[in-house]
């Protein structure tokens, strides 16, 4: 039981950071419209595990706070035997935890470089909303 040098690189308090919105349905009496909301999801390599937050906005008169505690997700129906992992995420791609949609949007310079050393081709941040012009 030598304990040989493992390929996996270890992933010790790593974290990657993705920031993301979601689309929320307004109902009013006369219309629908579509409430955007930003969250930050952070993933942790060592464990396949995600966390969701969503940053406090001052006055905004809403319930804040919304948020994932840090656990393994499954994947949405059909594959929900498995779990998301690292190359389930990128910018311009959309998650599904738990029937909501997030769409990334952006990401920080040390999650763009963590998924390059894994092979993963980055995209580059998504204007989100709607464009003027």
Not at 21 to 42: A, G, P
Not at 97 to 120: E, H, P, Q, S, W
Request: aromatic share 16%.
């Amino acid at each position: 039981g030598s304990s040989g040098s493992s390929g996996w690189v270890a992933f010790d308090k790593q974290v990657l950071s993705f920031d993301a919105y979601l689309e929320e349905e307004v109902l009013d009496k006369s219309q629908t419209n579509y409430r955007i909301r930003y969250y930050k999801i952070y993933f942790y390599p060592e464990d396949d595990t995600i966390q969701v937050n969503e940053p406090e906005v001052k006055n905004s008169g809403l319930l804040q706070g919304t948020s994932i505690r840090r656990h393994r997700i499954t994947l949405p129906p059909p594959d929900e035997d498995q779990f998301y992992t690292v190359y389930h995420f990128n910018v311009g791609t959309e998650v599904v935890f738990y029937g909501r949609t997030f769409k990334i949007y952006d990401c920080d310079a040390f999650t763009r470089n963590f998924l390059r050393k894994m092979g993963v081709k980055v995209n580059p941040p998504v204007q989100s909303g709607p464009s003027s012009g």
